[in-house]
């Protein structure tokens, strides 16, 4: 029985055949749970009528049953609240908050691929290749699972509308990744098994064709990928928080949980913001315990609606005449947004970041898109296959992007600068506190952010004057390249905050690229020359180094700079804990990681 080939009848049989023995093993139960104050697995024999006890340890658990286990022994006083929140394993509440597959169902479901587990929970539906597709599909009220070689920020949509996201190619912090954790949605990545060929729409496995519109599903938290449709269950805490088709009264799953994060919150130093760039995603993060935003990606609002048009526009200006023209009708769309993530703030900061990447992922690269655009644009497809030329980058990560582009044509952060101050004001005037902070990304020369400044305070004083208001914010700096780390005391001069861009820092110190690590870390992982993926857990010895001399530097300068973390580590338990013990003042993850950030920021002050 104990090697698990005989499948074993309910203890409490016993009761019928050895009424004592049954009685003698329910003392010894209460006994070892009140010895060791945790839930005990043991093993123990009958002989001749005679109970003998074999041997007891602390039993293992699901992230439900560890939640449940410790909030009910503080209820029966068997343990403190302390014990309760250092006990349970952070990373065991995104088990909470993430949809489940039917038990039985995944264990008959057959696995065909592994890939990264990227966003955690169950997802099934029908495979689309494209996002217009996945989108569409999604709004006749299909479940669509986005799969695609890899996810660029014209994807959006459709992985808005898709159940979950699978790609080919990319690590924990590519695109796919990262935008699927922010969204809540689950995500497997880099699943280099998969070949996919667009022109015809098929995925193919192993010999075994999959074609858009069959079904799979995967498994964010292990990296599986299995055929067919595999039944799911939601969860509790997201019905109650994000759908709100619950209550939480009525959710002894959400209670749990609430009473843990009450406990944790008590405890905490750090605090904890979201990384969230639209109202909805604002929303959500505050339901899980935002204290505000920590990362908003402008990029990712260039495409709703009419805006990639105009985004389109600005880049394909000829001139500075041109750029401005298509800037202007970008403005009010920017603005609203904004108004729309300080209203879901109601009072909270918002650390806005701008425009990182380069240019080239704005513009499409097949010839057909070209075409359809040029001619919506009314300009030649010859023009927009030129500019796509002139912008191709042997090494993006390291191009024309970051403060680069903002240093290069000011008038995209005058914009940018203009939309958040307007947006600022109008949700002032309305009677609502504001709190934005400028974040300019990349940084790695002093000049560049002054440079930079120079634009956000201009707008400030301009818009201020035109409102006749006062606005209370602040500028501040990504630190997310090494050399930023060794100058921080000289970049601190200018910049009131920094924040640490962990991937890009973990990619630039490690010169390892955040989207192909995939094809070596597994080996890497292997030969232990890293013990964890360094784009998912924080490499401490390393960049957190770095981190470390930027947080002595900075303070050395300016005592009360504020400093956070918005890489993907802000919401991995470990890297954490690192960041209390750095002193950081917050972390910044995506909304669903939040409650496993409050958890380890509470475990990391009750280690002080
Ligand atoms: C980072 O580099 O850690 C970061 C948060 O910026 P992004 O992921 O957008 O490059
Ligand atoms: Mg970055």
Not at 169 to 191: D, E, P, T, W
Not at 469 to 490: N, Q, W
Not at 531 to 542: H, I, K, M, S, Y
Request: aromatic content about 6%; some cysteine; glycine content about 8%.
């Amino acid at each position: 029985m104990v090697a698990g080939v005989r499948t074993p009848e309910p203890v409490a049989k016993i009761q019928v055949q050895f009424p004592e023995v049954y009685r003698q093993l329910q003392d010894v139960r209460r006994t070892l749970e009140g010895h060791f104050k945790d839930m005990q697995d043991f093993e123990f024999t009958v002989e001749e009528g005679r109970l003998f006890m074999l041997q007891t340890r602390n039993g293992k658990r699901t992230g439900l049953a560890a939640v449940r286990i410790a909030v009910e022994m503080v209820k029966e006083k068997l343990i403190k609240p302390d014990d309760a929140v250092r006990r349970i394993p952070a990373d065991s509440l995104s088990q909470l908050l993430a949809p489940v597959f039917d038990a039985r169902a995944r264990k008959t479901a057959e696995v065909i691929a592994r890939g990264l587990p990227a966003g955690p929970g169950a997802a099934t539906g029908q495979i689309y290749f494209q996002a217009n597709e996945a989108e569409a599909a999604a709004h006749k009220g299909a479940k669509v699972l986005l799969v695609r070689v890899e996810t660029s920020p014209e994807d959006i949509r459709g992985m808005l509308a898709a159940e979950g996201i699978l790609t080919a190619r990319g690590g924990v912090s590519s695109h796919a990744a990262l935008v699927a954790r922010q969204m809540g949605k689950v995500c497997v990545c880099g699943a280099s098994d998969l070949q996919i060929d667009y022109s015809t729409g098929t995925l193919t496995v192993r010999g075994k064709h999959y074609r858009k519109g069959d079904f799979l599903s995967i498994d964010g938290t292990s990296g599986e990928i299995f055929a067919g449709e595999v039944k799911t269950s939601p969860s509790d805490i997201v019905r109650v928080l994000v759908d709100k088709d619950i209550q939480g009264a009525d959710s002894p799953t959400y209670k749990m949980f609430a009473q843990l994060m009450q406990w944790a919150d008590q405890r905490r130093k750090l605090e904890v913001r979201a990384n969230a760039d639209q109202p909805d995603q604002v929303e959500h993060a505050v339901a899980f315990g935002a204290q505000g935003v920590g990362l908003c990606r402008t990029e990712h609002m260039f495409f709703e609606g009419h805006r990639i048009d105009y985004v389109r526009q600005m880049i394909l200006a000829e001139n500075a005449d041109e750029r401005n023209h298509a800037l202007a009708k970008l403005l009010p769309e920017q603005r609203s947004d904004f108004v729309g993530i300080f209203k879901a703030l109601g009072g909270r900061p918002a650390t806005i970041r701008f425009l990182d990447p380069p240019l080239h992922e704005f513009l499409p690269h097949e010839e057909s898109a070209q075409r359809d655009l040029a001619e919506k644009l009314g300009i030649s497809a010859d023009r927009i296959a030129r500019r796509v030329k002139e912008l191709h980058e042997f090494n993006p990560m390291l191009g024309h992007r970051g403060c680069r582009l903002g240093i290069v044509y000011p008038e995209i952060s005058e914009m940018q600068a203009r939309a958040v101050f307007e947006a600022a004001a109008e949700v002032q005037a309305s009677g609502m506190k504001v709190r934005p902070e400028i974040m300019i990304p990349l940084v790695g020369f002093p000049k560049e952010l002054e440079l930079q400044l120079e634009v956000v305070h201009r707008v400030a004083n301009t818009v201020q004057k035109e409102r006749n208001v006062k606005i209370s914010y602040l500028v501040g700096t990504m630190i997310e390249v090494p050399r930023a780390c060794v100058v921080a005391d000289e970049i601190a001069k200018s910049a009131q905050f920094f924040s640490f861009g962990t991937n890009d820092l973990t990619q630039t110190s490690l010169g390892m690229s955040r989207d192909d690590a995939g094809s070596f870390l597994p080996r890497y992982q292997e030969e232990e020359i890293v013990r964890q993926n360094p784009f998912a857990v924080l490499d401490q010895v390393g960049v957190g180094k770095l981190m470390e001399t930027a947080v002595r530097l900075g303070r050395s300068v300016r005592k009360d700079i504020k400093l956070g973390i918005c890489g993907e580590h802000g919401g991995d338990p470990d890297s954490v804990k690192f960041c209390h013990r750095l002193g950081l003042n917050y972390v910044s993850c995506s909304p669903f990681r939040l409650p496993v950030a409050r958890l380890a920021a509470a475990q990391a002050a009750l280690k002080d």
